[in-house]
């Protein structure tokens, strides 16, 4: 079987990508240096203790779609179309009070923030994403669409593979290492002893040969939008695996906060970049998956070895995908997560995942809309619309980059784009058995 291609615009994600000045000034000692250049300049590093995140406990659940209207949440003036009533000069978020450790891990969700509203200053973000139009879809699920014309860029279009979630390094192309040094938040690290602090905060710290570090999205779709990239200089491909996943989940606990949530997409479900790393973003809302029913697995025993995490697949929701759920044990999720990871990935199964609840719930979505798009079974008018669902958008946080598409826009034509990311019910139950080993 020959190659599957899509041309498509490429995402920016760094200033680097583009052949513009950069705008602003930067906070670190060279800023516009290249971030391969960063080992041993001094930074701003979280550092968390070597012991947290070996327990926890689930923040809560947004609810059902049987009892849909969430206090404090879906009230429309508290959707977050930007920082109009989240300014963050203080950097203050949307917080629940009985999230776990409510004071000292909030700590994260400050300096991110800060780091973040800094660099909006500078002027370091392509569009000013806060100016951008977000409704909630009339409709029982409550979608979430955003008008964000900003994301349809005008550079020149390239090609990438879509049939292959595992392809070689190519230094030649974007990676991190590329990024400019001001992009650059903070270095995120475990510290070398429990000092009995899970969060502590050091304005400057040498980074290590290779730090995880947290990035601004310049191409941001949300406020508070950051990418998490793993030890930057280890030419990681987008391709998961146990350190990764448990730094993914434990960086989602130490920001104590349910309205943020951390994303993966592989290549072959919208990972536009080969290059390791997360996604993530503050929204003031439930996401419609988030309360969408889930039901057992038929036959499924559940798994002998992590006994903590208990398994679901979605029912009545536009993509099918599995749910993970831990009770206590944020380590044991994480290896679950990772061991089923790995094995879509020896399978070539292009897919993406959805963070929730500090890290103790995850959405795992089997992608099949760019087979489905590069095979011609998408009609024109969506694709026209020209959005491809990656993680946020299945997940029901929809960015629509032309107005006309926005406007009128109804949960009848989202349910119908999304359907073509799912699998069938027959390919789905084949999926779930490969997935799981059972």
Known sequence: MSPIYVTRVPSVYSLHQLDDGVPGKGLVPTPYSPVSD????????????????????????????????????????????????????????PFVQDSPSAGESNLMDSILLAEWEDRAEQGLFRYDVTACPTQLVPGTYGFIAQCNEGRASKKR???FRVDQVCQPWDGKKFNFQKALQQEILFQYEAGLQ???????????????????LVFINVSPIEYGHVLLVPRVMD?????????????????CEHSSNPYFRLCYNSLGAYGTINHLHFQGYYLQAPFPVERAPTAPLPAYPGSRR???????????????GLVFECGQNLPDMADFVAEVCVRLQEGNIPHNLFIVDCGM??????????????????????????????SFEISGHIIMKRQQDYDGLTQEAIWDLLSYASLSEEAFIKFSHFALDY
């Open 38 to 93: 960063v080992p041993g300049q001094l930074l701003p590093k979280l550092s968390y203790s070597p012991a947290a995140g070996t327990t926890s406990k689930r923040v809560r659940s947004f609810g059902n779609l049987q009892a849909h209207l969430v206090p404090d949440v879906d009230e429309p003036s508290t959707l977050l179309s930007g920082s109009d009533t989240d300014s963050v000069g203080d950097a203050q978020v």
């Open 157 to 159: 279009a390239t090609e």
């Open 194 to 212: 429990d000092d009995g602090h899970q969060l502590k905060f050091i304005p400057a710290s040498p980074a290590n040969i290779s730090p995880n």
């Open 306 to 320: 992590f006994k903590d995490v208990r398994v679901y697949q979605l029912a009545e929701y536009p993509v099918r």
């Open 361 to 390: 719930r995850v959405f795992l979505y089997p992608n099949a809309f760019a087979a489905a798009k590069a095979e011609g079974r998408v009609p024109s008018e969506l694709l026209d619309s020209q959005v491809d669902p990656a």
């Open 235 to 251: 030419d990681l491909t987008q391709l998961v695996d146990q350190k990764s996943i448990r730094l993914a989940l434990q960086f």
